[in-house]
């Protein structure tokens, strides 16, 4: 085992250690902060219960459809924003600075137009995931060397072909990279709104154990919701490294969230 | 020589925003959108300036400012802190660079409700979770940025035979300054963002607070009003935050 | 020395034919006129022929390529192949580029099948055919190598492979070499003449290089500084098969110098292009 892994987990272990410790030890009253072993148990029990299912099939919902839009959208535009270089000039500081508002707070809106529903949070989380993944897009294309272009040209590729297998994957990488930005803003964009105003969806039954004070199931849903998150992320970061292994550090810009 | 901020590019923005206004207005002048959902533009810009000038309003800028202004205080001293130890710490550093950029990554904001048990409903809860936003970046960059002076510098360091604290005075601080400035001001972003994000919520606070009030009052033409504003004030404080950082690296 | 049409020994038909060829760069704006690139520019190319253009940095050689390549449009005179005017890329015409061109996204396999992938020949043949190709230039266990992990001028055999297994009538060659090292360029000087004779092909090569010139070619052009016209042509006569030891005979030599003394007061001008623009840049 490598030095890095180990100290890795040694930290980890020594992390989750003191929270146990903490926990049980009656300094920090236990109501608001339960020892891990207490958390990891209402974790089981959560998942063994059924309306968990449900809360998990609603979120998943919200953030495919979200997420589904938002790179429709996203492709659509970003790609022809690549491909002129005034366009793109006269877009990049709108998608800049639109995409680094807390787009959080446009959920009244969507709620107004779309009703408390799950049609809502897909409407936060497809606006979420939009601009990473169209900046992004909008990048790769205009990365894209000419000369590809007129090499394939050249060889004889028609004009659909010079999309198909120049373009497509040339970009594909960096978009991948942008769609996995996109995924991450879109789970937290949907269940951010969950807990504001929902019926039903993991944030919303965070915020219900929060209201009840069953502070231990909070934590473990939160924990559950954490892990989640990062273990897909970095199951996307892999999957990138491994379609551009090909070239040297091939990442698309991080925008924010 | 490229000509960045030619004329006739600025026009054009100005030119698509207008055009938009326009044609939202006209949309929902002929019935297109329904009025009860979007407020005519005409009638945003007024209720804008009203609400601009108010009192109110100019409060809960501070408080957000507040807000931000603490936890980024918080996030740049610990955040520079620690990338320092992690940088003199190669070992450590390693170990620890890929946890960090992984909670980066992750919805640290999904956290609240953890924030709100243990320090109540108080700014001190989004202080706390601003901070713990914003720190992330800084400890990344930082270490970055030790990491990327160059060893040539270095070497001409240790060719002048300063000492400890001089090296780090007059070679290591000044070569690191530029990206540690990259990741404060990426920090003080994202403090910003959390911030209101968190206000809107919890609903206590400052700007944050104020749509998620007008969203609660029914009212169209506030709720349209509050969120321009926070907008405006969002994208006017990464652009000047960002102008600094220029001024500042150059 | 002959000016004007490019007149031959070699025996053959004609194959390509360049005729009064002017090439604009358009302006900025509509009341621009823009850069003169080429001036009535005439090579006829006959089958089997290996012809170069040489000519000062700057001067035209790339335009001239894109045009007979079919890859711009908008310029006057005509460009024909077998009769037939070029407008477009014609699948006579391969071309191989100045810049490095392999897709890096492809191992070198899959980046010599790229042609033959839009003509839709199937699989099984596509793999045969591009492994034969690069067997003859050498690249044989390097198949399922990305080019960001092959050297410069494995690179440039990959980019000229890709273009060769398309069987063109006609090669085109951009300054292939002109990144290159010289030790690399002249072994790969060296396997371009082994293989343009198997192949029996047709080639027009740019290049600025004079020796590279005489090494590979039947006939060498010689274009004026911008705007690049005609200036002189030059049989080179030496016997086929040719190897680099060509390079130290007199006759050899007396080439060289030959075109040099063209070519440098060419270059001497496009320098002071050069300078002219960089003081008006100035000011
Ligand atoms: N896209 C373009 N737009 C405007 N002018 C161009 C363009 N491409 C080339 N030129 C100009 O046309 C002239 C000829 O360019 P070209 O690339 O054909 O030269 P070249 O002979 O290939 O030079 P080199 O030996 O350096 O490769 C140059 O003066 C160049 O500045
Ligand atoms: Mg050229």
Not at chain 3, 140 to 145: A, D, K, L, T, W
């Given at each position: 085992m490598n030095q890095s892994l180990k100290i890795q987990l040694g930290t980890i272990i020594l992390v989750l250690a003191l929270w146990e410790v903490l926990g049980r030890s009656g300094l920090i009253l236990r109501e608001i902060f339960p020892p891990f072993s207490e958390v990891m148990t209402s974790l089981v029990e959560l998942l063994a219960s059924n309306d968990m299912w449900l809360h998990i099939i609603v979120s998943a919902y919200e953030i495919g459809w979200g997420f589904a839009i938002g790179c429709a959208l996203a492709l659509l535009v970003g790609a022809p924003l690549g491909t002129s270089d005034y366009l793109y000039r006269l877009f990049d500081p709108l998608f800049y600075y639109l995409g680094a508002i807390p787009k959080i707070i446009l959920l009244p809106i969507f709620i107004l137009t779309l009703g408390v529903g799950v049609e809502s949070k897909i409407g936060i989380a497809a606006l979420s995931a939009f601009f990473p993944i169209a900046v992004n897009t909008a990048l790769a294309v205009r990365e894209v060397k000419p000369i590809f272009v007129r090499a394939a040209r050249s060889l004889g590729a028609s004009r659909g072909q010079i999309y198909s297998k120049i373009y497509l994957p040339s970009t594909f990488g960096a978009v991948l990279s942008g769609m996995r930005l996109g995924l991450g803003v879109a789970i937290t964009g949907a269940l951010l709104a969950e807990t504001s105003v929902a019926q039903a969806g993991l944030g919303f039954r965070a915020i219900e154990f929060y209201a009840q004070f069953r502070v231990a199931e909070m934590y473990a849903l939160i924990f559950l919701i954490f892990i989640f998150a990062l273990l897909l992320n970095a199951a996307l970061a892999r999957l990138i490294q491994w379609t551009n292994r090909y070239q040297i550090g091939g990442d698309g810009r991080a925008p924010f969230s | 020589m490229k000509r960045r901020k030619a004329p006739p590019l600025y026009l054009a923005r100005l030119l698509l925003v207008l055009t938009l206004l326009i044609l939202l207005e006209l949309a929902i002048r002929i019935g297109l959108i329904n009025r009860f959902f979007v407020v005519l533009p005409s009638e945003l810009i007024p209720q804008v300036l009203r609400d601009l000038v108010d009192r109110e309003f100019l409060t809960l800028v501070g408080i957000t400012f507040y807000e931000t202004a603490a936890a980024f205080l918080f996030a740049s001293v610990v955040g520079v802190g620690i990338g320092y130890l992690l940088w003199r710490s190669r070992r450590l550093g390693v170990a620890y660079e890929p946890l960090i950029a992984g909670l980066f990554a992750s919805p640290i904001i999904l956290l609240y409700p953890i924030f709100l048990v243990i320090f109540g409903r108080t700014p001190l809860a989004i202080i706390a979770q601003g901070a713990i936003f914003g720190v992330l970046p800084v400890i990344l960059f930082t270490r970055q940025a030790f990491a990327g002076v160059s060893p040539t510098l270095l070497k001409v360091a240790a060719s002048m035979n300063l000492s400890t604290r001089d090296r780090f005075r007059y070679i290591l601080l000044p070569a690191a300054a530029p990206t540690i400035f990259t990741g404060l001001r990426l920090g003080l972003t994202y403090i910003l963002i959390g911030v209101v994000a968190m206000e809107y919520i919890v609903q206590i606070g400052g700007l944050g607070k104020l749509v998620a009030e007008t969203s609660l009052r029914l009212s169209t033409d506030e709720l349209y009003s509050g969120i321009t504003l926070v907008v405006a004030i969002s994208v006017l404080f990464i652009y000047l935050t960002q102008r600094v950082e220029n001024a500042v690296r150059r | 020395m002959q000016s004007g049409a490019a007149q031959t020994t070699a025996e053959g038909k004609t194959l390509l034919k360049i005729q009064d060829l002017s090439f604009r760069y358009p302006g900025e704006s509509a009341d621009e006129l823009g850069?003169?690139?080429?001036?009535g520019i005439e090579v006829d190319v006959r089958e089997g022929e290996f012809v170069s253009i040489v000519g000062p940095s700057g001067c035209g050689k790339s335009t001239l390529l894109s045009v007979v390549g079919g890859l711009v449009s908008g310029f006057e005179g005509s460009v024909s192949i077998r009769g037939e005017e070029v407008r477009k890329p014609h699948p006579d015409i391969g071309v191989v580029f100045q810049e490095d061109s392999t897709f890096p996204w492809r191992n070198a396999l899959r980046n010599v099948e790229f042609g033959l992938e839009l003509r839709g020949v199937p699989k099984e043949e596509r793999r045969r055919r591009a492994q034969e190709i690069l067997r003859l230039f050498g690249l044989?266990?390097?198949?399922?190598?990305f080019p960001g992990h092959l050297s410069g001028g494995m690179k440039q055999r990959v980019a000229i492979a890709r273009t060769l297994v398309l069987e063109p009538e006609i090669l085109l060659m951009d300054e292939p070499f002109g990144a290159l090292d010289e030790q690399t360029r002249i072994i790969l000087g060296e396997e371009l003449l082994r293989i343009q004779q198997e192949l029996r092909q047709t080639v027009l090569f740019i290049t600025h290089n004079i020796q590279e010139s005489i090494m590979l070619s039947d006939r060498v052009v010689i274009l004026s500084a911008r705007p690049g016209r005609i200036k002189a042509v030059m049989d080179v006569d030496f016997p086929r098969p040719r190897d680099s030891t060509l390079i130290s005979s007199t006759h050899f030599a007396e080439l060289v110098g030959k075109i040099w003394a063209v070519l440098r007061d060419e270059s001497l001008k496009a320098f002071g292009q050069d300078s002219q623009k960089k003081e008006a840049n100035n000011a």
């Open positions: - | - | 850069i003169l690139a080429l001036e044989e266990g390097f198949e399922q190598r």
